[in-house]
């Protein structure tokens, strides 16, 4: 598995941005709210041990195998990527403002018409709330659509999200799966 930050490497990382995992034309585009202090210290998104977004990917199917997250570089070539509403890393999502997730938004509907892939995840549903200005926007797919991509909304796979637990993470992960499937 990934390597194990110190306090020190974990201070320093807060605000450090991490790079986005990206290609043109991917069948899914992960978005995460804003990288945690552990992801930007290691490099690799959804890093944090207890963060279930690698099982839930990998249990739904979209992976053939668990991955670690410093395999990450491996997902554009099965058709998937990650990015963030907020490119600077914090100790918690809480302590991004409104404003910034708003900023954010706009930054991430730019890069989506971009590198246009076929549907976008947003992994957080108050983020996707305050970053599209849809408070009453639920789980799976949106109506909301940046050009020609779909937007299907998941629940934050943090391990501080109680209400989810992995194998509903997995259930939902894997709506989107199907959703994405190419014919053929």
Known sequence: MGCVPTKAELAAAHGRLLPDVIA??????????NPGLWSAATGHHFARPGNRFWPA???SGFTPRLFDPSEQESLPGLGLGITNVVARATARADELTDEELVDGGRRLRSSVLRWRPRFLAVVGLGAFRVAFGKPRAGVGLSAETVGETQVWVLPNPSGLNAHWQLPELAEEFGRLRKAALRPG
């Not at 043109?24 to 709210?33: A, S, W």
Request: net charge negative; proline share 0%; hydrophobic share 55%.
């Open 57 to 59: 990917l990998w249990r």
């Open 24 to 33: 043109e034309d991917l069948d899914v585009l992960f978005c995460g709210i």
